[in-house]
């Protein structure tokens, strides 16, 4: 009794092997052959065991539209590139790779494979709802690092450091940082025109990838990778980085905090030659004016904004001084 106790031993281990799909099919000539070989009371027990795997490692059953495989496309870099090695990159390997698939395929591929006329088809194809999925995601995780990084700034200050770590320009060079370009699908209108090099694409792509991991790793998951992707980012922003970024939104903030009109910005000349131009801007709020030039329109505007705020801080510092001398004053009077 000993060798067919052996016997049933390896077979127990067997159930533990890879899924069907993995392993040779358990039902080949081979394994009738040895069937055969068996005791009836065997050969019975082992065609149970077979029936119970069968109905074990039965596969989760698969969308209607998944993408099987990324057909070869022209690269922007010679090299021979594959969903592992971009694994390796974002440091994620996906268990539904159906998701990473979707999150590299951009609207233009997807009509060029369902033809004119099939919008509902091609949807399930490309990574527009994927975009909407980690753009919340990515505002999800980007706030709860900023609120633990910097529990003593304003709230205000908490939304300028996102805004600009979430900006499409942020994620389009993290994404040319990962060389997700050479992976996507772009349709050949887009191919043409070096849609794999354009920032809003790579943006879009970022929080595609994004949804991707998230739905497939979770939120833990999705967290690391963005704390991986955009690690130079969350390491140089800061509260004064971003003021200086966003001048004019301070200013916005600090004139109607006072209950005044938002400030107004008019261009009064503009000198120099076609090719060299400086634009000339007035900032007038209820209480100040100020003006300034740049090279461009906005870049006169944030100038003036920034003088603006020095004369409204230094107005207030005179303001607060002169208060305290008042005091003293009075209490000298007293």
């Known amino acids: ?11 127990s281990r067997r159930a533990r092997l890879p899924p069907a799909s993995q392993r040779p099919d358990a039902h080949t000539d081979s394994g009738q052959e040895r069937a055969r070989g068996l005791a009836p009371q065997e050969r019975l027990l082992l065609q149970a065991k077979r029936r119970t795997l069968s109905s074990l490692l039965v596969e989760r059953k698969r969308p209607a539209f998944v993408l099987e495989s990324i057909p070869p496309v022209k690269r922007q870099k010679s090299k021979t590139s594959d969903l592992d090695d971009l694994e390796e990159i974002l440091g994620y390997s996906f268990d539904d790779r159906s998701l990473l698939e979707r999150a590299l395929t951009h609207r233009s591929w997807a009509h060029e494979e369902v033809g004119a006329g099939n919008e509902m088809d091609a949807r399930r194809l490309h990574n527009e709802a994927l975009e909407f999925v980690g753009d919340s995601v990515l505002g999800l995780i980007i706030a709860d690092y900023l609120f633990q990084a910097y529990p003593d700034v304003t709230e205000g200050e908490l939304s300028r450091m996102k805004h600009r770590l979430v900006s499409a320009s942020t994620l389009g060079c993290a994404s040319e940082r990962l060389t997700v370009g050479e992976y996507l699908r772009v349709g050949r209108g887009e191919e043409k025109s070096g849609g794999r090099g354009k920032l809003a694409l790579l943006a879009d792509a970022f929080e595609a990838l994004l949804a991707a991991i ?3 790793g979770g939120l833990a998951a999705a967290t690391d990778f963005v704390h991986h992707a955009l ?3 969350l390491e140089k922003v800061d509260p004064e980085a971003a003021a200086a970024a ?8 600090h004139i109607q905090a006072d209950h005044h009109a938002a400030p107004h910005y ?9 090719h060299r131009r400086t634009f000339h801007v007035e900032l007038s709020w209820d209480g100040g004016t100020v003006r300034a030039e740049g090279r461009t329109i906005k870049a006169a505007e944030t ?3 920034r003088l603006a705020l020095e004369k409204i801080g230094s107005s207030r510092q005179e303001q607060e001084a002169g208060a305290g001398d008042s005091e003293q004053e009075q209490e000298a009077a007293d």
């Not at 966003?246 to 903030?253: A, G, I, P, S, V």
């Open 231 to 233: 690690a130079d980012e």
């Open 266 to 274: 008019t261009v009064i000349e503009t000198t120099g030659p076609p």
């Open 246 to 253: 966003d001048f004019k939104t301070l200013l916005q903030e």
């Open 303 to 305: 100038t003036a904004a």
């Open 214 to 216: 998230f739905l497939d």
């Open 1 to 11: 009794m000993r060798p067919q106790h052996r016997r049933r031993q390896r077979r």
